[in-house]
């Protein structure tokens, strides 16, 4: 059993930045590794997505302004959001994934708001 704890949430303004993280109790090394969210009232969607070989995916409702990425050394996975929006407002979960293991962290709110 792995145990995940996000931080970094919080307000900031249109425009701004703010780097998410999530620490593992466990290596995550041999672990898909991803960043969901979810608004209220609507379903939890994929944000971006990093593979054991460090490939990654991510929404295009993303590109260009989130990145994954992975400290294997200190057992966290990130997510640098950048150029945030209002609409990207929404409760943000990081998530390990490994055959039937499927660990989700308790997650951390984005607000984005002037």
């Known amino acids: 059993q792995v145990q995940l704890v996000e931080s970094g949430g919080g307000l900031v303004q249109p425009g701004g930045s703010l780097r998410l993280s999530c620490g593992a109790s466990?290596?995550?090394?041999?672990?898909?590794r991803g960043w969901y969210r979810q608004a209220p009232g609507k379903q939890r969607e994929l944000v971006a997505t990093q593979t054991t070989l460090g490939t990654t995916n991510y929404a295009d409702f993303v590109k260009g302004r989130f990145t994954i990425s992975r400290d294997n050394t200190k057992n966290t996975l990130y997510l640098q959001m950048n150029s945030l929006e209002p609409e990207d407002t929404a409760v943000y979960y990081c998530?390990?994934?490994?055959?039937?293991?499927?660990?989700w962290g308790q997650g951390t709110q984005v607000t984005v708001s002037s």
């Open positions: 998530n390990l994934l490994l055959r039937q293991n499927d660990y």
């Open positions: 466990g290596s995550i090394r041999l672990y898909k």
